[in-house]
């Protein structure tokens, strides 16, 4: 009876929402079909006809019906259509087949959401600021920020500034001092830039195919790159990318479509590449292509063996490190580190903030730093600046450690105590065994720092209280470990902290970057949880979001992936090796896999997300090479912006910015590795990300492009579950503890709930302590996992011992000449010890994380950051990437401030703008990776680029050969005065053949019909 | 009456150029007549971010100045002006209008500090205009102001008599004071830009080893008159700041015990690192 009663009530809820909502009127004109709803014996149903709009209903079983939604029994169906809706019961209704739904997918599909519009279409958000301004809120991956929205335009974006009703900040008392953070949030330079993004000209607006790709005929894959496209209907898009999908299957076998994604993405929840793309990857089936640890390198690869942390990819727990480093250390030494570059990550300026209290010299804390480049973070604040040649800043950490044994400068009983293998290592440094001394002078010969200098730094350091700070975090990350010695450096760093007796007051990992004192305990998914991914291996999702936001899982049959760094190989010669990045145990680093897997189909087709990896990976003129084979048959690109590989594809498939789809998110809120990332802000903030504006052009939101491709395949209520985009949204919020805190409407209405600060007696305790006071692990963070404890679950390390091992003994059982189990320092293959390469080019090249714009995002564009010379220099109505080189230098090239120079080496060559400036040392040169601009200005792979993409000339090599680890942030390049050429052959430029150069700024136009993503219609 | 200003701590600024993203933000794409028509997207920098690196490798030191329209209470574009087109409002805010202002080129180069701008589209000139018609709605800083993570940047609203106290009090200064134009904009450290160094590193050998010399004292003279003293640090290193730029010759003497005196002749133009001076 009461199903019966619902599903009258169901048809008055169409009328009702009709009359209501004009939008609902014409989604009703959609569609014409006959839905049904019964119970599987027929015993109760209702059927709804959908007909030009309008609605009819009548009680009964008919067997004309388009679709069908069968429940078991009339009260299982009651249950399940009563909102509010309960997914687990659903979910395990579906599992147990006691609901099904029947018919055309794509028609179920739409009565489905269509079902569910009618709950959702009276949600309201935003707060009306009068003069027709409505304020909503997003996030960005560089802040939340308040987005003003008048007539379908967004004004302006700005900071959120707390109102009354906000909680107040946290205070840390320390040596008689008060630290309190402003009651407002931060924007990194890339947050702020966001408006001008939206609105780029380089929106892909709508869906695109290559003029000469017919996926019925010719399909020339040599032309990517090199031809335009012209625009055709969202239909035949997705009918090509459907029917591509199901080729690939067909011809060649499951897996022969891979995905690639990079690695960040618009900020949100639900549109995540771990989200709704995990979600459509699975079901669809795919060869991922495996991510190296990313900016983790040396940290995973290399300083897990030390102290284990594999959950955190290798890098340190950071808890109450920003109270204790406030009240008890004395010295903060910054190894690689630019958290003011970087802002952590995701962080904004929230560190800034932080880091400008040491400015005050009551508090007595002194700073270090070391760096080749005086970076952002050295300039900010003031300390002895080291500038070690690239790569070789292991040496002169051993040199530290080295004056610390001679001079009895560590902490002998925490050595003896709490660590294992000291004396391996202490022989090693001693010159026992290669009987080279690790001497301050030693080091000297490697990495250019006065021997003096290194140690006076470390008696200041053995008398002192100190905080090492390697990498953006302060705990890894970032830094020196993504260069060829990045393995090193971790692992040297880990044995420096060791020494010092690592967990005691003042005597720990960071920068002020993580460890504020912010409620931990208050569950809000981060991004790596997985949002509506269903997937229970690629996410964190099985820690607590599956059970918190029931789904439908998903899961990947083909078992074969493509490392990443190895791709254009995998494709160009049909095979390639890599070590996977999983970080549940130490071990699983160890375990190689190849590509192709046994008796799997080698990729034929890829689905490409964006189009950072020209810029972000290593020696990338590889993957022109490889977008150009024809064993790439197809290549579709679902991308934002048309920029980078998505010049490279067959299709375009123009995806929406999230100001223009709903989600949800956490600043910050990164999960999985990145566990509590919200550390590195003052205010925990979480972010209803309202559409401001409708989406540009004919772009979409991804999920609404995966659901399309999806009811192609049969798949789209498997992959929506029936639901909108914005209902995933609610559900989210259902599953977190918000709902305690602050209703769904208020939620919309305000757009912001800030988790008020913890309580000073429940502040989580400081990293590490518990293992100097020998005491069971009482850090909120669910790893190492429970079997990882050698001894007593919480007791110790993950290392083998538990402790920290000088001797690592996983690296024992491994073994790897490039990593001996005490770490020993190995020259760099890229620099000073290169031979002939280093004779021709003479200049080490940094490439690190870029300051204005985050990876690609944010770069390029026609974006703001333009605007800013220290991004990028205007040369005749171009706007050049910058490169940094010792005024020296330049002065011996001839080269003076904002020339165009050729940055080039035998991978390629990229035309820069040049900054000469004292910030180097001699033989160096800085420029920030990820330009989002590839713009070869003829043949692609073939001539000069004018984009920036500094990775065209970085080795690709592996920092060993048995992990899967990037090492190409330094590179030897030369730098020339730019002849206007356009096209590359770098003897032809060493003056092997003479040609009439062309005035700097006066550069040939690339040539039209080679214009790349070039759009005819 | 109260009126507007903007202190900048030199000091405090990362040049992380969020005041000019956030002004790009309000004014590219944006008509706010009469207060401004919108920003050309490229080619203004309405707040321009100035900065000087001092020194060498590896002592050097960066200093970064965003200026823009400083609101002068003796503005040249104000008198130059045709037609009315610029006014000093009450609160201070000087205002360019941009329709009155049309063809007038002229006003680009009224201001000694270079920052009108010239909209070439609009064929009217253009500065920052303090975010008035922000402020005008209730605003109580500025855009920039807003969005500056150290603070570097703050706005005032207060009669002249009490920013004199605050400018005496804190040794505020402004940008080019020759010019007389009589800034709104202060500026805190303004030193870091616009003064120079002296820096050096003292070393001696002993038992074959070459170390930093710590605790010697480092006198600086010139023509014989002493200017300042110095004690070196654990590196060796010294530094004598705020001298005034192409000051020319300089002596820094060096006394550390068990070591006879140093001396070391210095010229000043731009900053100078004399690096490693052995005893």
Redesign the interface.
């Known amino acids: 009876m009461k199903f019966a009663i619902i599903l009258f009530g169901m048809a008055q809820l169409f009328k009702i929402t009709a009359w209501r909502y004009p939008k609902f009127r014409e989604r009703l004109k959609e569609r014409n079909l006959v839905a049904q709803i019964k119970t599987m014996d027929n015993s109760v149903g209702r059927w709804f006809r959908f007909e030009n709009g309008r609605v009819t209903t009548g009680a009964g079983v008919r067997d004309d019906a388009d679709i069908c939604m069968a429940f078991k029994d009339a009260a299982l169906a009651a249950k399940l259509l009563m909102p509010p809706i309960d997914w687990l019961d659903q979910i395990n209704a579906l599992k147990d087949f006691k609901l099904s739904m029947t018919g055309d997918d794509g028609l179920a599909n739409w009565f489905a959401q269509t079902t569910m519009l009618t709950q959702s279409l009276g949600w309201k958000w935003g707060r009306d600021m009068g003069g027709g301004v409505l304020r909503t809120c997003n996030m960005t991956n560089g802040g939340p920020v308040f987005v003003d929205v008048k007539d379908g335009k967004i ?5 959120i ?1 707390f109102d009354e009703t906000d909680p107040g900040p946290w205070t840390i008392k320390a040596r008689g001092m008060e630290f309190t953070p ?1 009651r407002r949030t ?2 990194a ?1 890339h947050g ?2 966001a ?2 993004i939206v ?1 780029s000209p380089d929106r892909c607006l709508y869906p695109m195919k290559r003029v000469d790709f017919d996926p019925n005929g010719a399909r020339n894959t040599h032309m990517r790159g090199k031809s335009g496209y012209e625009r055709i209907s969202w239909d035949e898009a997705i009918d090509i990318v459907a029917g591509e999908i199901k080729r690939a299957k067909r011809l060649h076998g499951p897996g022969a479509m891979a995905v690639s994604h990079g690695s960040h993405h618009t900020w949100g929840n639900i549109g995540y590449y771990l989200s709704a793309l995990y979600r459509f990857r699975n079901a669809v089936g795919h060869t991922p292509v495996h991510h190296n640890p990313d900016s983790w390198e040396g940290w995973y690869w290399g300083a897990v063996h030390h102290w284990g942390h594999s959950l955190r990819v290798g890098q340190s727990e950071t808890y109450g490190t920003v109270e204790d480093c406030l009240q008890n250390c004395d010295m903060i030494v910054f190894w690689a580190a630019d958290p ?1 570059t970087t802002s952590g990550s995701y962080g ?3 560190g ?2 932080r880091r ?1 209290w040491l ?1 005050d010299r009551k508090l007595g804390i002194d700073v270090v730093h070391v760096d080749p480049y ?1 970076n ?1 973070s050295a ?2 604040l ?1 300390g ?4 070690p040649r690239p790569t070789t800043s292991v040496a002169m950490a051993m040199a530290i450690a080295y004056v610390w044994i001679r001079e009895g400068l560590y902490d002998k009983d925490y050595v003896a105590s709490h660590t294992v293998g000291f004396d391996v290592w202490k022989a090693y440094l001693l010159g026992e065994e290669d009987g080279i001394p690790k001497t301050p ?1 030693w080091q000297e010969e490697e990495t250019g720092v ?4 290194v ?3 470390a ?2 350091w053995g008398r002192k209280r100190v905080y090492l700070a390697p990498g953006g975090w302060g705990n890894g990350h970032g830094g020196a470990c993504r260069n060829q010695t990045g393995i090193q450096w971790a692992r040297v760093m880990v044995c420096l902290v060791a020494m010092q007796g690592l967990g005691k007051p003042g005597v720990n990992m960071g920068n002020l970057q993580w460890g504020c004192p912010l409620d931990f305990n208050f569950y809000f998914p981060g991004y790596a949880d997985g949002g509506m991914s269903g997937d229970l291996e690629g996410t964190a999702m099985p820690v607590e979001l599956y059970q918190r936001m029931p789904q439908l899982p998903t899961m990947n049959t083909p078992t074969q992936k493509i490392p990443r760094i190895h791709m254009p190989e995998a494709i160009l010669d049909g095979k390639a090796e890599g070590y996977p990045w999983v970080g549940k145990s130490i071990e699983h680093q160890f375990g190689k896999f190849g590509y192709p897997a046994p008796g799997h189909a080698k990729v034929s087709m890829l689905y490409k997300y964006g189009g950072s990896i020209l810029s972000t990976m290593n020696n990338t003129n590889r993957w022109v090479k490889m977008y150009q084979s024809e064993n790439l048959e197809f290549v579709v690109n679902q991308s934002i912006w048309n920029e980078g590989e998505a010049k490279f594809a067959d299709v375009i498939l123009p995806a929406c910015t999230n100001f223009e789809r709903p989600d949800i998110s956490e600043w910050a809120g990164l999960g999985g590795y990145g566990h509590h990332g919200q550390q590195q802000l003052n205010h925990r903030v979480i972010v209803f990300q309202a559409p401001a504006i409708e989406p540009m052009g004919e772009s979409k939101s991804d999920f609404w492009i995966f659901n399309e491709i999806c009811k192609r395949m049969g798949l789209s209520n498997y992959f929506s579950e029936g639901i909108n985009e914005i209902d995933w949204v609610k559900r989210m919020f259902d599953a977190s503890d918000m709902p305690e805190k602050i209703s769904w409407k208020q939620f919309l209405k305000k757009g912001y709930y800030v988790v008020p600060a913890e309580k000073e007696a429940l502040r989580a305790p400081v990293s590490f302590r518990w293992f100097w006071e020998n005491r069971k692990k009482d850090v909120p963070e669910p790893q190492p996992l429970p079997s990882d404890y050698a001894e007593e679950y919480l007791k110790g390390l993950q290392t083998q011992s538990g402790k920290l091992e000088f001797e690592c003994n996983s690296l024992k059982r491994f073994v790897d000449p490039e990593r001996p189990p005490v770490v020993k320092y190995v020259p760099s293959w890229e620099g000073r010890h290169s031979g002939e390469m280093f004779e021709k080019f003479p200049l080490q090249m940094l490439t690190p994380h870029s300051r ?1 714009s985050f990876h690609t995002q944010g770069d390029g564009k ?1 974006s ?5 010379d ?1 991004h990028r220099v ?1 040369v005749g109505g171009w706007y050049y990437w910058v490169i940094r080189m ?2 020296e230098d330049a002065r011996a090239r001839g080269i003076k401030k904002h020339d165009l120079v050729k940055v080039h080496n035998d991978r390629g060559a990229v035309i820069c703008a040049a900054l000469p ?6 033989g160096v040169c800085h420029g920030y990776e990820s330009s989002a601009m590839y713009e070869p200005m003829g043949e692609p792979g073939r001539s000069v680029d004018r984009g920036g993409c500094l990775n065209l000339l970085t080795p690709e090599r592996t920092q060993t050969k048995t992990t899967h680890s990037l090492a190409g942030a330094n590179a030897l390049v030369e730098i020339v005065p730019w002849d206007g050429r356009t096209e590359y052959m770098s003897e032809a430029f060493a003056g092997a053949v003479k040609q009439d150069p062309l005035p700097p700024g006066k550069a040939e136009a690339p040539k039209d019909e080679m214009a790349p993503g070039k759009v005819i219609a | 009456m109260k009126k507007w200003n903007m202190v900048i701590d030199v ?2 600024c ?5 005041c ?3 002004t ?3 004014y ?3 008509d706010w007549s009469p207060y401004a028509a919108p920003m050309p ?2 080619g203004h ?1 309405w707040i321009r971010i100035q900065q000087k ?1 001092r ?8 200093a970064y100045v965003p200026a823009m329209c400083n609101h002068c209470d003796d503005a040249p574009c104000v008198q130059k002006a045709e037609n009315g087109a610029v006014t000093q409002r009450e609160d201070g805010i000087v205002l360019i209008d941009p329709d009155k202002a049309k063809g007038q080129k002229h006003l680009v180069d009224a201001c000694p500090y270079g920052h009108i701008w010239w909209n070439e589209e609009l064929q009217t000139p253009q500065a920052w205009p303090f975010d008035a018609h922000l402020i005008d709605q209730g605003w109580k800083q500025t ?1 920039g102001a ?2 500056c ?3 570097a940047m703050k706005v005032y609203c207060l009669e002249d008599a009490e920013i004199q106290r605050m400018v005496a009090d804190d040794g505020l200064e402004v940008l080019n004071p020759e010019f007389g134009t009589r800034p709104r904009i202060w500026y805190r450290n303004l030193w870091r830009y616009t003064t120079a160094f002296i820096g050096g590193s003292v ?1 001696a050998e002993a038992g074959g ?4 010399v ?1 605790g010697a004292k480092v006198t600086l003279t010139k023509d014989s008159a002493k200017q300042a003293e110095a004690v070196t640090d ?4 010294f530094k004598f700041d705020r001298l005034p730029e192409d000051s020319g010759a300089y002596t820094v003497e060096i006394e550390a015990q068990g070591h006879p005196k140093k001396t070391v002749e210095a010229t000043l133009g731009e900053s100078v690192y004399l690096g ?1 001076i052995r005893l």
């Open positions: 004004l302006r974006m700005t900071p500034d402003p931060t924007l330079p702020q830039n408006k001008s609105y003011e904004a300026q929230e800034t903030v400008q400015k005086y952002q300039q900010f003031p002895k600046w080291f500038a002078e006065p021997a003096r200098d140690r006076a730094l008696r200041d204005y026609d703001f950051l333009l605007n800013i220290d205007e010792n005024a400036t004292n910030r180097l040392p001699r | 000091a405090a990362t040049n992380c150029n969020l000019t993203l956030a790009m933000d309000e590219i794409g944006n997207k490229h920098k690196e020194g060498s490798v590896p002592f050097i030191d960066m855009r807003q969005s993570p150290t603070a070393s080893l070459v170390d930093c710590e654990i590196y060796g290193d490693e």
